[in-house]
């Protein structure tokens, strides 16, 4: 599976979109991009997925480039509730494979 | 909404015991997750079933880690004995089987403390 790159740490303000940044540079033609987050203390959460396309759903949108080499989530209308940690995940879709992890990005939504 | 269900929420137990959690996935889910989160770490998968089957383990440390899912429906990770080092969370999850993007659903977790 392609490596991703994210930063850290991110603030946004209550009610400001929180515009999420991925590399995935290595990203290979049958890799979808996954976007998870985890809320303090709870089990990973779906957000969304995408190809190539820009996708949205009532959670978020996803917007991939269109060399596919990175992608942003975007939380349109931040709330406290959405203060997590977020992953970007690459998963190609041989049959049963798996979600890598990495270190995700911590978004602290401040009020 | 269907959940997965996992028990215990929370496990203490002294190094050398055994220790055992439980996982419920969603009715109708053939493949199940059991991955380990280190505090400050994504999480990292240990085994995968396809149904009764054992898909990959290649990251399940065997001489103290076993799993199984006996009818293909709930399934039991347990570790003997346990070490300081498994203190973390331990997350199930579940999801549909194929080609297609399925995705994940992760239940709440065991959050596993060895002293």
């Known amino acids: 599976d392609a490596k991703t790159t994210q930063p850290p740490s991110m603030d946004c303000a209550e009610g400001r979109a929180a515009n999420l940044p991925c590399n995935h540079s290595?990203?290979?033609?049958?890799?979808?991009v996954y976007w998870y987050r985890q809320i303090h203390s709870q089990g990973p959460q779906y957000i969304i997925h995408?190809?190539?396309n820009n996708e949205t759903n009532e959670m978020a949108s996803l917007i991939i480039t269109e060399d596919r080499k990175s992608s942003t989530l975007i939380l349109p209308h931040a709330t406290l509730r959405d203060t997590a940690v977020y992953y970007c995940?690459?998963?190609?879709?041989?049959?049963?494979?798996?979600?890598?992890f990495g270190a995700g990005t911590i978004l602290r939504v401040k009020s | 909404e269907a959940e997965v269900a996992q028990s215990p929420r929370y496990k203490i137990t002294e190094k050398s015991q055994a220790v055992a959690f439980w996982c419920d996935p969603i009715?109708?889910?053939?493949?199940l997750y059991w991955y380990r989160q280190i505090l400050g770490q994504g999480p990292e998968l240990l085994v995968q079933?396809?149904?009764?089957?054992?898909?990959?383990d290649s990251q399940l440390p065997k001489d103290r880690f076993s799993a199984e899912r006996l009818k293909g429906v709930d399934s039991t990770l347990k570790i003997q004995p346990a070490e300081l080092g498994d203190s973390a969370m331990y997350l199930c999850?579940?999801?549909?089987?194929?080609?297609?993007?399925?995705?994940?659903?992760f239940g709440p977790g065991t959050r596993l403390t060895v002293t």
């Open positions: 995940i690459v998963r190609s879709m041989e049959y049963g494979n798996k979600l890598v």
């Open positions: 009715s109708g889910h053939a493949t």
């Open positions: 079933f396809q149904d009764e089957s054992v898909v990959d």
């Open positions: 999850a579940s999801s549909l089987t194929g080609t297609g993007p399925y995705e994940q659903y």
């Open positions: 290595t990203i290979s033609g049958n890799e979808y």
């Open positions: 995408g190809l190539k």
